[in-house]
């Protein structure tokens, strides 16, 4: 005879057992787990029960609830009746439950809670009674009637405060607590009219009409806005769903020896090993976070109430070391009794989760394999940039994309050459534009932060930032800048030059005036979990590195050589740019040599700086890559400008400005094809890194040249622009009498060049995937409009994450695959790396660990977070991951 298991759909916890344990937070939710663990170790919980998370999308897509979940549900609640002594809608007896919400990730604020529930018109009679204190038992009805009125019924909270707020002022009273009985009364009947006159229908007397309300407004609750939204930052699945929690009530609000608080088992903020929390007397736990009333610290409950305050102690050490995690617990105390209403995993800053992470390894409750796996990699970026003080009181302007992170604030400016001007006279400014271009280079290197209307993640404006560690905000929202009037607006709300605002390119926010900055600090525990995670990571950190500046950053971070470095970057500067354009303008090849011969010198010197800061790790140098126009002015005026310092007619110079322009540059004459059509540039560029190279070398430095040909469809372009390298390598030894070693490679982002790479690497000793152009071959966009619609295509499910913020792993990571399995196949040997942005992404990181790359490059502050997330990938090919989270 066979049988049949059947999975339950709710489980019971009580009298010092629960059906479930911590290990079941898909199916529990991570408060129900919670409640159950609890239970089971013998910590006081009150007796419930929960619905599982399975149950929340089946009645979204219906909105019924099955017979087979009502009878569970009818046989909980016998058992719920049992424990407690108590029946739902009793006279004399009354249970009385909360309804709560618990997903299996913690979403803190998020969704829905409904206490007090089966209080009616005759149930709160026998409260009264059974508590000896009618005006606890009013008002417990007066609470549970405002809240179920705004989240069952969707009627505004304002609706339900103003008319609280109105009797307390009428009767002289500043706390609910201290209304006269008889006005509870009288609010309770006033909520009830209102629900009422909103909903047409009464209110709920039926304790099994509540509590099947209550049910489905938590799981409605999974859809809201707010909830929705949290889960796309935050990365949470939406088809998780929610747990339901129905348990018994204990009450807070009982008097002056009971209350309800909030507690970490350390301090979320600094890490401290110290009780930490807050709580107040005589109240329920939605007013601790309401603020409606103060809370107090936690250390006041020792005053207060002594015997309570052990054993929440106690109960926070055992918990901690049960879970081997900080734990953050919420607790009510009803007439001196502690009982537990719920533990998880406690949030914390950066800061907070490096220094625990290292103290519980030297409190030997984890390992540091553990100590790696449970930090976020993204966490370290707090502590890498001063952050805005989230005690400040801010005046929200705009939300952008959170293109650079870190905050500053300063006064507006709205062109590079001012931005330039007062940065250098010492003044805090941030630079606003419509969007940036190379032109505005020396005015963003003086911001301390940029803000652009248009573009996206990779924009110009992005990638430049991040590289120089400057906030950034792209493509805010409702942003118009107007540069003739020297004003910006959102909405109406116009700033004008000079005025202050603060910009936060961590989370995209811009406000208005000056906030508080937190300024960042190295611990001695971060080096430590640095040096944890690079003990257990394979793949290799380097970063993207333009200047001296940048390449000695890098390194403080832990970079392991230059992934990118991009030539054209070193050109936006006075004499360079003016050599630069006179190079563009000239009319044959020897006017070309003649500009490249004062170009040389400026791209040797800082080849040389580049060379000596890596100290013998290898750097990996771009080729001139962008179209030849982004060189050149754009307006009548700067054209007159430049005409007068080339010794030409404006009217010819703007001939040959207008003649450049392209369609669409970003496919035009760049990369490769740049220098097939002018060899010279490559000779120039070739020759100036070999005697950099060579000028360290004689020096007894260490030099690890790699040279990079970029935008390569063809392993003909490869083939032409290689001789010319090479001839200009054997040249320069020939000339100094010494040789190197040196690699010569491709960057791959053109969709061909994947589908060709076992041509291309018949020729090319390296691949670099730059992920931002194979990006926008291969999906077609651009990534410095696609900010305008992408949003929505994310919004509405077309995509689940902004391919140039999270790698796209189905399309371009296929393409990707493909490259270094055809690659490899033709030459064993290829260096394999990435350079995009994805190379800082930490889950970019993983998919290039699993595909066996040698390294990853990112902007100079993504480097410790791109070691980190390295180690992870390390543990999860290892399968240590899941069990080194698994307090997480």
């Not at 790698?807 to 371009?812: P, R």
């Not at 992404?841 to 699993?850: K, Y």
């Not at 180690?871 to 069990?883: I, M, N, P, S």
């Amino acid at each position: 005879m066979t049988s049949t298991y059947t999975q339950p759909l709710v489980y019971f916890y009580g009298q010092g057992r629960g059906d479930g344990s911590a290990a079941m937070k898909d199916i529990l939710g991570g408060k129900g787990a919670g409640l159950a663990e609890m239970t089971n170790l013998g910590i006081p919980v009150p007796p419930g029960f929960t619905i599982a998370t399975t149950l929340c999308l089946q009645y979204l897509e219906t909105h019924q609830f099955s017979p087979r979940l009502r009878s569970e549900v009818e046989r909980a609640l016998q058992r719920l009746e049992s424990a407690t002594g108590k029946t739902l809608g009793d006279a004399d007896h009354p249970l009385l439950v909360s309804v709560r919400s618990g997903a299996p990730v913690s979403m803190p604020g998020m969704m829905d809670t409904i206490l007090n529930l089966g209080l009616n018109d005759v149930t709160v009679e026998g409260l009264a009674k059974l508590s000896g204190n009618a005006g606890f038992a009013w008002d417990s009805y007066r609470r549970f009637v405002q809240m179920y009125g705004g989240v069952v019924f969707d009627i505004p909270k304002k609706e339900f405060e103003s008319r609280l707020h109105a009797h307390k002022v009428r009767t002289g009273v500043t706390r609910d607590i201290d209304l006269p009985l008889e006005t509870v009364q009288a609010i309770v009947r006033e909520f009830k009219a209102l629900v009422c006159e909103s909903t047409g229908k009464d209110f709920p007397e039926s304790p099994l009409d509540q509590l099947w309300g209550a049910v489905a407004a938590v799981f409605e609750s999974w859809n809201t806005p707010r909830a929705i939204d949290y889960r796309h930052m935050h990365d949470i699945p939406d088809t998780m769903g929610t747990a339901v929690n129905i348990v018994a009530m204990v009450f807070g609000n009982m008097g002056e020896d009971s209350g309800t608080g909030v507690a970490f088992t350390r301090d979320p903020s600094t890490g401290e090993r110290k009780l930490y929390g807050e709580f107040l007397l005589n109240a329920q736990g939605e007013d601790v976070v309401s603020g409606m009333r103060t809370p107090e610290p936690i250390e006041a409950l020792a005053q207060k109430l002594p015997a309570a305050y052990r054993e929440l102690e106690r109960t926070a050490r055992l918990l901690e070391r049960h879970f081997r995690d900080v734990q953050d617990m919420e607790f009510t105390i009803e007439r001196g009794h502690l009982y537990m209403l719920q533990t998880r995993r406690g949030q914390r800053s950066g800061h907070a989760a490096v220094r625990i992470a290292c103290e519980m390894v030297d409190e030997e409750q984890i390992s540091r394999e553990e100590a790696v796996a449970r930090i976020p990699p993204n966490d370290l970026d707090q502590l890498l940039h001063p952050m805005i003080d989230p005690n400040s009181k801010l005046d929200l302007l705009t939300t952008g994309l959170p293109a650079s992170p870190g905050a500053a604030c300063g006064t507006v400016v709205f062109d590079a050459d001012t931005a330039e001007r007062l940065g250098r006279s010492g003044q805090s400014v941030i630079l606003v534009r419509s969007e940036t271009s190379p032109e505005d280079f020396h005015g963003m290197v003086e911001a301390k932060a940029i803000l652009t209307g248009r573009g996206g993640m990779t924009s110009h404006a992005a990638v430049v930032a991040r590289g120089m560690g400057t906030p950034c905000v792209a493509s805010a929202q409702g942003l118009v800048v107007d540069e003739q009037a020297r004003t910006c607006s959102v909405n109406g709300r116009t700033i004008g030059e000079g005025e202050w605002i603060s910009v936060d390119g961590g989370s995209g926010k811009v406000y208005v005036g000056q906030a508080q900055l937190i300024e960042p600090e190295m611990s001695g525990d971060f080096q430590r979990l640095m040096e944890w995670a690079d003990g257990l990571r394979h793949i290799r950190v380097r970063v993207n590195a333009d200047t001296p500046a940048d390449a000695h950053r890098g390194r403080d971070f832990g970079a392991e050589g230059i992934g990118l470095c991009r030539t054209e970057h070193m050109f936006f500067e006075g004499d360079r740019l003016t050599a630069v354009r006179e190079m563009i303008v000239a009319s044959d090849a020897e006017g070309r040599k003649q500009a490249l011969r004062k170009i040389l010198p400026m791209q040797r010197a800082d080849f040389e700086a580049i060379f000596r800061a890596m100290e013998g790790y290898p750097v990996t140098i771009r080729l001139l890559d962008p179209p030849l126009h982004e060189f050149l002015p754009k307006d009548d005026e700067e054209i007159a400008g430049l005409a007068g310092q080339l010794g030409m007619q404006p009217d010819a110079l703007r001939q040959i400005v207008h003649g450049l322009r392209e369609e669409n540059p970003m496919l035009g004459l760049r990369g490769c094809r740049l220098g097939i059509l002018y060899p010279e540039i490559t000779a120039m560029q070739a020759r100036a890194v070999f005697e950099a190279a060579c000028a360290v070398a004689l020096r007894k430095g260490r030099v690890m040249p790699e040279i990079m040909i970029p935008l390569v469809a063809s392993v003909v372009e490869f083939r032409k622009q290689a001789l010319l390298v090479r001839q200009a390598a054997m040249d320069v030894f020939t000339e100094r009498q010494m040789s190197m070693p040196f690699l010569l490679g491709t960057m791959i982002e053109l969709p061909r060049a994947c589908l060709t790479a076992d041509e291309i690497a018949r020729e090319a000793q390296f691949f670099s995937f730059g992920t931002n152009d194979l990006t926008q071959t291969t999906w077609g966009l651009s990534r410095d409009d696609a900010g305008r619609f992408l949003p929505m295509y994310i919004d509405n499910h077309i995509v689940d994450d902004d391919p140039f913020q999270v790698l796209d792993e189905a399309g371009v990571g296929k393409l990707i695959q493909m490259a270094c399995e055809m690659g490899r196949k033709s030459r064993p040997d290829l260096k394999l790396g990435i350079c995009g942005e994805h190379g800082g992404e930490p889950r970019a990181i993983a998919f290039c660990d699993r595909l066996g790359m040698n390294y990853v490059s990112c902007s100079p502050f993504r480097v410790p977070i791109a070691r980190l997330a390295a180690a992870q990938a390390a543990l999860a090919e290892r399968g240590e991951v899941d069990r080194t989270r698994a307090t997480v």
